[in-house]
Structure formats: structure tokens, C-alpha cells
């Protein structure tokens, strides 16, 4: 059950670089293979092309330029993210990621006349997402809204398979961060992905 796991920062020594390494260790202790994408490390050009919008409803869509990720992402059947939130949303290079390999005839089709998109992720049975953001929970979940939840349950979590889990793990108040707390998630995250 091979797992595609994309981590989003810039900085090697940051906080999801660590979770990022621990949910690995944990996945490949159990056996798993894990695939993982280091989008900053890999110099990944989050740019949307014009030739690339342009033949957004072109049959077949034209994803040669993102071939290498097209077929990691095909191959995996767990898919997990691993980023800090910044302004309430994905980094932008991960949203980049989301644009130019999510892409028709890959993440899913549309529908002939309009209508809902029509999944091709259906192999993939497990979405799951680890963050960190440096706002409160409360901040975070009742006065934003939970932006990236929503963003990532509603809008990729139907390109997979209906049955497949979805988890979001998010470490809350990251700009008081103490080392026993960073600690405490770490550990946190080796649990869930026990069962993952």
C-alpha cells in the first residue's frame, strides 16, 4: 500500500520537515512504502502555465510538464500533506501542487454538459493531512472558519474513494510553541499513523 506523502516547507530545520520525518519512520517501521515529494527541496514550480489553463477543458488535458508527480500520485493508494498553514491557507507552492498534478484526467474528469467533477483518485483509500498554524484553535476553527479543512475535505477528499478515511492532525498555536508541546504532537502523530 504505497503512501504519497507531500511536505511543504521551505526551511529543513522547520516543524513539519520534523513531522513530516516522524509520520514516515512511523509508516516504514510498519512496512509501508512511502513515497515522499519535498516540494521546496524538488524546486517544484507552483505556476499555473497559460498553456496549462488554456487546455484545462481539453481532452486529453496536456500534463506532460508534471509527468514525474502525475505517476507518483497514481501509484499511491494513501495520500498525506504535511505543511504549516499561512494565512489561514496552504503554502503557496502546495496549492501550486494542488492546481498542476490534481488536473483532469488524473485527479478526475468533467462531466459532459457541466456537473460534478467525476473522480479518478478512487484507488486511493486515505487522505490525511498534518499542520500547524500559528493561530488558536478558536481562531483557527470558529472565527476563520477551519479554511484549509474545508478546502481539502470538500474539495479534493471527492477525487478519491468514497469509502477511503479522512484525518486532519493540526498542531494549534504555533507562535507560542514550547518544546514539550512540539513533542507532545510528534508523539501524537506516531500514534495515529500506528492505525494509519
Not at 95 to 108: E, I, M, Q, T
Request: net charge positive.
Amino acid at each position: 500500500m504505497p503512501v504519497l506523502l507531500v511536505v511543504a516547507h521551505p526551511l529543513d530545520n522547520a516543524f513539519a520537515k520534523a513531522a513530516a520525518a516522524r509520520v514516515r519512520a512511523t509508516l516504514e517501521c510498519r512496512g509501508i512504502e512511502v513515497d515522499m515529494i519535498d516540494l521546496y527541496a524538488d524546486d517544484f514550480d507552483p505556476r499555473l502555465t497559460s498553456a496549462e489553463r488554456r487546455g484545462y477543458f481539453t481532452t486529453p488535458y496536456d500534463s506532460k510538464a508534471v509527468t514525474g508527480y502525475v505517476a507518483r500520485l497514481r501509484l499511491a493508494e494513501k495520500l498525506v500533506f504535511v505543511f504549516p498553514q499561512w494565512w489561514f491557507n496552504v503554502p503557496a507552492i502546495l496549492k501550486g501542487f494542488f492546481d498542476r498534478v490534481l488536473v483532469p484526467g488524473v485527479a478526475f474528469d468533467h462531466a459532459s454538459g457541466g456537473g460534478p467533477l467525476i473522480p479518478r483518485l478512487t484507488h486511493v483509500d486515505a487522505l490525511w493531512v498534518v499542520s500547524s498554524t500559528g493561530a488558536p484553535w478558536w481562531v483557527t476553527q470558529v472565527y476563520m472558519g477551519d479554511p484549509v479543512r474545508r478546502q481539502i475535505a470538500r474539495g479534493i477528499k471527492p477525487l478519491i474513494s468514497r469509502k477511503a478515511s479522512f484525518r486532519m492532525l493540526t498542531l494549534y498555536d504555533m507562535d507560542r510553541m514550547t518544546e514539550q508541546r512540539a513533542d507532545a504532537f510528534l508523539d501524537r502523530l506516531e500514534q495515529a499513523f500506528q492505525h494509519f
